[in-house]
């Protein structure tokens, strides 16, 4: 099955500086790439994603990568605020048996310090 | 706007207690998932199901039971809770092959 990397774990940036968030797959046949944020208290907010066909998207501050050869995907948050604190998952998903399969790495929790 | 109402934040049951986790959202979504979250270990997938009165097991089933009596409802049941269900459960739905959206979570403690 798919199995999706995620680094790092935790991330401490000053203010107004970038962050990055990297994660790699395993399935080529992965088609789907949604970027989820998980405030303290909150279920994960979907941010951003990213279709297969597509190398790169942006929205304001932040903007996803992907290299299908390579397997990995990449969030960017550019002008980091503090509000931007909190938890971030990257997933991976594949069709599998006619339905779509999520897979989700495990997390990044981002600090950003004022 | 768009909602995934889980209908306790937090809960305390005793071992072997019958548990139910309940799960509505208002966006005529039909896939609905529920996940746990432990720390270190990400989301993991218990049961999804993709229609009414349909369910498919995810990759950590044991232990737990779904019921999809209506579109809108999804209810994750713990058959005979034990400690190590102790954890965060998260409900979610999505439209086709797009984005979940979550719901706040349950907080589970099993004592």
């Known amino acids: 099955g798919e199995n999706v990397e995620q680094h790092p774990s935790t991330l401490s940036v000053q203010e107004g500086d970038s962050a990055v968030i990297k994660c790699t797959y395993s399935d080529s046949a992965s088609n789907y790439f949604p970027w989820y944020k998980q405030e303290l208290g909150k279920g994960p907010q979907l941010i951003i994603d990213i279709r297969s066909n597509v190398g790169e998207k942006k929205d304001q501050r932040i903007a996803v990568t992907l290299n299908k050869t390579a397997k990995h995907f990449s969030l960017h948050i550019t002008e980091t605020q503090p509000e931007d604190s909190a938890v971030y998952f990257c997933a991976a998903s594949t069709n599998s048996g006619g339905y779509q399969k999520v897979t989700f790495g495990t997390g990044t929790k981002l600090q950003v310090i004022p | 706007d768009v909602k995934v109402t889980q209908s306790s934040r937090y809960l305390v049951k005793r071992t072997g207690e019958k548990v139910f986790l309940e799960c509505v959202q208002d966006m005529d979504h039909e896939n609905m998932f529920w996940y746990r979250q432990d720390p270190g270990l990400g989301l993991r997938l218990i049961y999804f199901s993709y229609d009414v009165k349909m369910k498919e097991k995810g990759d950590i089933p044991e232990g737990y039971s779904v019921s999809r009596e209506k579109k809108e409802r999804f209810s994750l049941i713990l058959e005979s809770a034990s400690t190590n269900q102790t954890s965060m459960y998260l409900c979610?739905?999505?439209?086709?092959?797009?984005?979940?959206?979550f719901g706040s979570g349950t907080r589970l403690t099993v004592v």
């Open positions: 979610a739905s999505s439209l086709g092959g797009g984005g979940y959206t």
